[in-house]
Structures are given as structure tokens and as C-alpha cells.
């Protein structure tokens, strides 16, 4: 089946260490997105990339990386620039170029992070 | 600029009660909106989506139709079940950027029974 990966499922840091989250999908969509969800709160986009080799500082980018080298995969770097990186991490991802129609996105199940 | 604006939860019904959460939005041009559940440690599942204006998105019980004159797309429930608690997302595509969609803050929904 096709889906959207997300690993790990929970993830420890300890303060001043960087840490990467994986994201895998088999759909064979050409865009990928992260997004930070705090509790009881709202999606905030932190990077996308609608093609390989290319991608765009979301509303939080500082303090996160991201590579985009193949199309099935696109980790997030959380480094220790990042002051509050306790969240729950979600990846997603979706067809491009099919203006003026909009499918959505197929959501991981997400890397809850916590720094201790 | 485009957005979301969601009402606030949490939405607390008894088991059976009809459910509804408002949703408008502001966006140039014609948007495709879209709801999304998130259950309790899970990522967001797609629930229904309308591309287009008076369209009717139906799934598992749930309707929501698009209306420009309006700008809403509200979520309605006629039945719900304890196992309709979640937190749930309305979203629309950038009409600038067709790829990307813009979420609101989210409701929670609490059933009990």
C-alpha cells in the first residue's frame, strides 16, 4: 500500500544536540511539507519542497534544516539552534501541477520530539 | 492574505446529538477547501473536500458544503458517536500557490455517551 512514513514514532534529544526525523513516501508525489503542532494548538509550517534539489522556508524555519536529494524522501534536521523543540513533528506530502484542482495532502502519523 | 478561521472548541455533545463546526474563509479566487480529522498521537486524515462552489463533501456521515456567497464551509454531523472524538481541521489550497493549503487552528470535539 502506499502511504507516507514517519520515523521514529518518539524521539528524545538532549539539550545542544541536533536530530533528524525521517520521512518516506511511495506515493509519488513531487511535494513534501513539515509541519510543528504544539498541544492544543494549530499546524505551523516550518519547510516545503514541490520538486527534488528545492525548497522553501515555511513560517518557522529557524532552528530546522532539510534536504531534499530524492523524491521519496525529505528529513528535517532539528539543531540546537531551535530553543523549543518539544513538539509533535508531522510530514506530509501531495500531487503537484493540477491547477486549478487541489487533492490535499496524505499526512505521516507523526515524531513526537522531546528534549530532556 | 488567505486564512482560516475556525470556531473555537472544545465542542463538548452527548452520544447522537447533532454536530456542527463553522468554518470560513477568506482567499482570492475560487479555493479548494477541505476537512481533515486528527486523532488522539495520530497525523491528520483526510475527511471530505469540494472544489468548487455549492459542492457537497460526504464522508462517513460527515457533509460540508462550499458556499462563496457565504465564504463557509461547515462541517454538520447528523448522529455522532464517542468514537467521533477528535480535533478537527478546515483547510483551504492558496489560490496563489494551488499546492499548498492553509489550515485553521483546529476544534476539538469531545463526544460522550
Known amino acids: 500500500d502506499g502511504g507516507i512514513t514517519q520515523s521514529p514514532k518518539y524521539l528524545f534529544r538532549k539539550e545542544g544536540q541536533n536530530v533528524t526525523l525521517s520521512c518516506e513516501q511511495n506515493?509519488?508525489?513531487?511535494?513534501m511539507y513539515w509541519y510543528r503542532q504544539d498541544p492544543g494548538q494549530g499546524l505551523r509550517l516550518i519547510y516545503y519542497?514541490?520538486?527534488?534539489?528545492?525548497?522553501q522556508k515555511g513560517d518557522i524555519a529557524e532552528g530546522y534544516s532539510v534536504s531534499r536529494e530524492k523524491k521519496e524522501s525529505f528529513p528535517l534536521t532539528v539543531t540546537s539552534a531551535q530553543k523549543n523543540p518539544t513538539a509533535f513533528y508531522l510530514c506530509?506530502?501531495?500531487?503537484?501541477?493540477?491547477?486549478?484542482?487541489?487533492?490535499?495532502?496524505?499526512f505521516g502519523s507523526g515524531t513526537r520530539l522531546t528534549v530532556v | 492574505g488567505n486564512s482560516v478561521t475556525q470556531m473555537e472548541g472544545p465542542v463538548t455533545l452527548s452520544e447522537e446529538a447533532f454536530l456542527t463546526i463553522n468554518c470560513t474563509y477568506t482567499?482570492?479566487?475560487?479555493?479548494?477547501l477541505f476537512w481533515y480529522v486528527q486523532y488522539p498521537g495520530e497525523g491528520l486524515q483526510l475527511l471530505l473536500k469540494a472544489t468548487k462552489a455549492d459542492d457537497k463533501g460526504s464522508n462517513k456521515g460527515f457533509e460540508a458544503t462550499y458556499r462563496k456567497e457565504t465564504t463557509s464551509f461547515h462541517l454538520e454531523k447528523g448522529s455522532v458517536q464517542v468514537s467521533d472524538s477528535a480535533v478537527y481541521f478546515c483547510?483551504?489550497?492558496?489560490?496563489?500557490?494551488?499546492?499548498?493549503?492553509?489550515f485553521g487552528t483546529g476544534t476539538r470535539l469531545q463526544v460522550f455517551p
Open positions: 506515493l509519488n508525489h513531487d511535494a
Open positions: 506530509a506530502s501531495s500531487t503537484t501541477g493540477t491547477f486549478p484542482f487541489n487533492y490535499g495532502y496524505t
Open positions: 483547510a483551504l489550497s492558496d489560490p496563489w500557490n494551488t499546492d499548498k493549503l492553509i
Open positions: 482567499a482570492t479566487g475560487y479555493p479548494s
Open positions: 519542497s514541490q520538486i527534488v534539489n528545492d525548497f
